[in-house]
């Protein structure tokens, strides 16, 4: 996990949630929520590359939230060689005080879309598309990190 510099961070409002993260990233806009919070876009100012940093909100609030996000976050990172599925660049704890720790921010790559708002479109979904996005799938579910 990434220290968060003392007095080095961009803190934006974006969709009425603060991001409060370390100098590195240059938040940009708002990309979406999800259940454990929002997403926004934003860029490395170390590599010049765009990002993703999605700030999951009071992680240990509950025991069964707290136990989905570390889920998530080790399905994430035993699948980070994998070209199919995005990749943890980073992981950054809210600057807050270790006894008032709540947040996380997950810094991933920027994707240009997502399947959900693929389905959700009002384009019209093409054989070849299903069968694209059913070989992605596969792939991700046959992957395995030790050949």
Not at 50 to 66: H, L, R, S, Y
Not at 85 to 90: G, L, S, V
Not at 110 to 117: A, K, V
């Amino acid at each position: 996990m990434a220290a968060h510099d003392e007095g080095h961070s961009d803190v934006k409002q974006i969709a009425g949630q603060t991001f409060d993260v370390c100098a590195r990233y240059q938040l940009l806009k708002r990309l979406g929520e999800g259940s454990y919070g929002i997403v926004v876009s934003a860029r490395d100012k170390l590599t010049s590359k765009k990002v993703a940093i999605k700030k999951m909100v009071d992680v240990i609030e509950e025991a069964q939230d707290a136990k989905r996000v570390l889920r998530e976050l080790k399905l994430l990172r035993h699948f980070r060689v994998h070209e199919n599925i995005i990749c943890i660049k980073d992981i950054l704890l809210s600057p807050a005080p270790k006894s008032t720790f709540k947040d996380i921010y997950v810094v991933t790559d920027l994707m240009d879309t997502d399947l959900h708002r693929i389905i959700r479109s009002p384009q019209p979904l093409s054989d070849d598309h299903c069968r694209y996005f059913l070989y992605q799938i596969l792939r991700g579910l046959k992957y395995s990190p030790h050949p």
